[in-house]
């Protein structure tokens, strides 16, 4: 594994400026949600946003797709990814970055997937979209990528729709569907919650196992250092909106500065020892 | 009615009589189910016909009428049986395909239905099919554009159909489109008078026409449909409109949606693929409804256009108490109803996923 | 740490925005107004129409609106406008006779089945799935034409057809909350079976019953007007909205549209005010479970 100073030393592949907003539940009222938000994704780094939920760490991921709910409102900073400033785009522009240069893996795969078309059709669809290959191909690439995520009898499974995977597999099919593009970037908001401890493990496995492969910048998001301590090397801890602290995994699990980080830290300890 | 949804895979091992019997036994029980609501419904109606309604036999004598000549009547008409005796007979030649004799024309009921049913299914079919199409497209519509001031007007719109009653909305088009602008032909039935029927082949007058190459006969008769279709379309237009709407706005707010654009999906694949399918998978559960509604709608259709179908029939017998019309008329409904339930259930099982697990 | 929540909190609703919130009070108030404005005209009626309404000849034949006679005379030269208010009274009365019926006894019915369970309840769901079994629109048709007319059975008949969704909707809200700690501290202060029911459950389950009462009062007041357009209602020829704009069916062929209109804008109005107060229950509702 790099070491910290090896990986901040990229230029960063995502950088998030400042980035505050909220929801607008009344007319020309924002409630705010995010405060000054700012962190940055080295290139080939595997990066973990961590918090408790409501802290507001799968609404910036959300953000850095351009998918926040309707009824939120940016109210200050920027987010660059590649030095293109994806805050200022149109819809029209987002899409040419979203699935080919940036793509998420949402958790509970199998509600995030469409429950009347068959999981081979919509991977391929993504697959046509984004690299405009011919059905017959985007069909062979599809098949090659379940192999890839270990969907076993991935030619039979292609034809399943989602509600006949399990939650495991239905997860490794998003991310099948995530990394047909070939993304330079993947975002994972909480790709493990909700399955079997087992299960989780065997996701992680392959999550790391494709990072080393592809070499791909990934930004994990999570509630659970367990996780972290095994996949990442840079952490960033977000709580009630804010930033509070940003550093290598190393250093956040040894010696966290701040006294929230320190509280995870030693709630997760606790949970471990038990 | 619950579906029997069978699993996909039967275990291996099971025997092949056992499988089939497996396969066989949701269709059939349906089947049974089905034959059963009709002899109830058709019985219902015998019964409390018979049972509430004033002599029909005012209908063949005159009020003047001697007693004599009454029981006589009553007698030949098997109107002097007990009622079981009566109800056994009537079931007896409903099992051999008789379905009487019409009090009023002296006519066979199941000819005479059955003469008249291309009249009611060539307004039928257009209209559902006019309804679901303009429906679908509202409802999308309304559904891309919930909350801007589209989706008002649409909604103002779709309520408006939903709360005018439907002859009203016959009579009005008459009255605006055939005596003040002279556009569209008045209610005379199918097509102009003095002109003949295209020769039959699927008993519907458009395709008959132009099959036959007859031009003029296709045009004057989708002239003469314009305004009955549209007032009959009217039925299934505004509940298709809302399903599609509510079902739409269900799928856009989605997860899986939402993962279409996070894979770059564009919009109108979006819209007219990834939401639309949900939506409409949606307007098969309301499928049966629609068959009720334009059938309803045909009753009080068909009489304002002088539309020789069914409905009229139907009303002109039930204003004028000719049981066996009457009886004819429900058996049909009932039967069609029942078939089309049952078909219904059949499709959405196959189309939705989610339905045959 | 806190337990893993399921990622993002549902608490938004993407755009309903501005317009939805106007659109529902707006909708909502001239619902009300227009089921105020009828109610009131069949009030007044009873006492005060500008002419009889069962007067012939209070002006010339099939008269075009005018100062006189604002919606014109019919064929036997009587006054629209008349007739058209006295007409509310029927229609509005039977409207609200008919819906309240159904409300009351499906609700007693279905909160019966759902609370006891049992013989009763599956004798109930299997009357509901006959019922469900037909056209509504025909089954009303074919029970007048072999019950014979009169407002008594038109009443029954438009009362019994929507009870299936009445009693359907009022046992599913009672199944869901008889096991409720309210249900549940009731009993223990030693309230009887039926003080449970009708004090505790009945009380908190009425929301979506009156929704579906509203909508449900839409359809009636259109199936009686139909009905009566097809002579099957109120005896032909007295003030009904139906059976007037049958009456005027024929002088509309020849340009009389006055005859008919105004008694179909009628029951298009009371149709109209229905669907707006239930759209605007509903659009209430969804917003409460938001929330």
Redesign the interface.
């Known amino acids: 594994m790099t070491t910290s100073d090896d990986i901040t030393a990229q230029p960063p592949v995502l950088d998030v400026q400042d980035f505050g907003g909220g929801f607008e539940n009344q007319p020309g009222h924002v409630d705010p949600v995010l405060h000054g938000v700012t962190f940055s994704v080295p290139k080939g780094s595997s990066t973990a946003i961590v918090g408790e939920s409501g802290s507001g760490k799968s609404l910036t991921a959300l953000s850095i797709m351009g998918l926040a709910p309707g009824r939120f409102r940016r109210t200050s900073g920027s987010i660059h990814y590649s030095g293109r400033n994806l805050t200022a785009m149109t819809e029209q522009e987002l899409r040419t970055v979203r699935g080919r240069e940036v793509s998420i893996v949402f958790q509970d795969a199998r509600s995030s997937l469409n429950p009347v078309f068959t999981v081979g059709t919509q991977i391929a669809d993504v697959c046509r979209t984004n690299r405009g290959v011919t059905r017959r191909e985007a069909k062979r690439q599809t098949l090659e990528m379940l192999d890839l995520v270990r969907v076993p009898e991935a030619r039979r499974r292609m034809d399943q729709y989602p509600h006949e995977f399990s939650g495991g597999m239905a997860q490794r099919a998003m991310l099948a569907m995530a990394l047909i593009s070939q993304p330079k970037l993947l975002i994972l908001d909480e790709p493990t919650t909700g399955l079997d401890v087992t299960i989780q493990a065997d996701v992680l496995d392959l999550i790391v196992d494709i990072k080393a492969e592809t070499g791909m910048t990934t930004c994990l998001i999570t509630h659970d250092l367990g996780v972290v301590a095994e996949t990442c090397d840079r952490v960033v801890v977000m709580r009630g909106g804010e930033v509070k602290e940003i550093g290598s995994c190393e250093q956040i699990i040894d010696a966290p500065a701040d006294p929230y980080t320190q509280q995870l830290v030693a709630d997760s300890r606790m949970v471990e020892n038990r | ?1 619950v579906a029997l949804a069978l699993p996909r895979t039967a275990p291996s091992n099971a025997g092949r009589a056992v499988r089939i019997a497996r396969a066989l036994r949701g269709p059939l029980l349906r089947l049974l189910g089905a034959v059963g ?1 009709i002899v ?2 058709v019985s219902i ?1 015998f019964l ?2 018979r049972v ?3 002599d029909p036999i005012n209908l063949f004598v005159g009020d003047s009428a001697t007693e004599a000549t009454r029981q006589q009547a009553r007698t030949q008409l098997g109107l002097d049986a007990p009622l079981i005796v009566q109800y056994g007979r009537f079931l007896a030649g409903l099992a051999t395909g008789n379905f009487g004799t019409s009090y009023l024309s002296g006519e066979q009921v199941g000819p005479e239905l059955l003469g008249r049913l291309p009249a009611t299914v060539e307004l039928g079919l257009y209209a559902v099919i006019v309804g679901l199409v303009f429906g679908i497209i509202v409802g999308v519509a309304a559904a891309v554009f ?4 589209l ?2 007007v649409l909604r103002f719109f779709t ?2 159909t ?7 909305i016959g ?2 088009l ?2 605006i489109f ?3 602008l002279h556009l569209l032909p ?2 005379t039935g199918r097509l102009p008078i003095g002109m003949n029927a295209p020769g039959t082949i699927t008993g519907l007058y458009v395709p008959d026409a132009l099959l036959h190459g007859d031009l003029a006969t296709a045009t004057a008769a989708v002239r003469q449909l314009i305004l009955p279709v549209i007032t009959l379309s009217v039925g299934s237009f505004g509940p298709v409109a809302r399903q599609v709407r509510s079902a739409m706005v269900e799928s856009l ?15 109108p ?1 979006i819209w007219f693929g ?1 939401a639309l ?2 939506g409409l ?1 949606s307007v098969l559960t309301i499928g049966a ?1 629609l ?3 334009t ?2 709608g045909s ?2 259709v068909e ?2 256009f002088g539309w020789p179908g069914i409905g009229q029939l ?2 002109t017998a ?2 004028s ?1 000719d049981y066996p019309v ?1 009886q004819g008329f ?1 058996l049909y ?2 039967t069609l ?2 078939v089309i ?1 049952a078909l219904l259930e059949l499709v959405y099982v196959r189309v ?3 339905r045959s ?1 | 740490m806190t337990a893993p929540t399921i990622g993002f909190p549902r608490l938004i609703r993407p755009t309903r925005s501005r317009l939805g919130a106007a659109g529902r009070s707006w909708a909502l108030w001239t619902g009300v107004a227009i089921l105020a404005l009828l109610i009131v005209t069949s009030i007044v009626s009873t006492f005060w129409t500008p002419y009889s309404p069962t007067a012939s000849g209070t002006g010339a034949l099939q008269a075009a609106p005018s100062l006189a006679h604002p919606f014109g005379t019919d064929g036997l030269g009587s006054d629209v406008l008349s007739r058209t208010m006295a007409a509310a009274r029927t229609d509005v009365s039977i409207t609200v006779v008919v819906v309240l019926m159904a409300l009351v006894v499906g609700t007693v019915w279905g909160s019966l089945a759902g609370f006891f369970g049992g013989a009763f309840d599956y004798v109930t769901m299997r009357i509901l799935e006959l019922l469900n079994s037909f056209p509504s629109l025909l089954l009303a048709v074919l029970v007048i034409a072999v019950a014979g007319s009169g407002i008594a059975n038109v009443i029954f008949v438009v009362a019994v057809l929507p009870l299936p969704d009445y009693v359907r909707l009022a046992r599913a809200e009672i199944r869901s909350k008889k096991e409720y700690q309210f249900a549940e501290a009731a009993r223990l202060v030693g309230r009887g079976p039926f003080g449970v029911l009708f004090a505790h459950l009945v009380p908190n389950s009425l929301r979506p019953l009156l929704t579906y009462a509203s909508v449900n009062a839409s359809y009636v007041a259109s199936t009686v007007g139909a009905l009566g357009f097809l002579g099957l209602g109120i005896q032909p020829g007295s003030a009904e909205w139906g059976s007037m704009i049958a009456q005027g069916q024929d002088a509309i062929l020849s340009g009389q549209w006055w005859i008919s209109g105004f008694p179909g804008l009628a029951i298009f109005l009371l149709a109209a005010a229905f669907h707006l107060i239930s759209d605007a229950i509903a659009d209430l509702r969804d917003q409460g479970s938001a929330a």
Not at chain 2, 253 to 267: H, N
């Open positions: 009615m609501v109830a419904i109606t409390v016909s509430f309604t004033a919930r909350g801007t001031p989706d008002a309520t408006g939903l709360a005018l009653p439907q002859f009203w009579l009005m008459l009255w055939f005596v003040n008045g209610p707010d989605s997860e899986y949606v939402r993962t279409a654009r996070a894979m770059g999906i564009s919009r694949r990834y399918k949900p998978l409804g068959v009720g509604w059938l309803a009753v009080l009489g304002i139907a009303i039930i204003q108490s009457i429900v409904v009932a109803y029942v339930w939705d996923p989610r697990a």
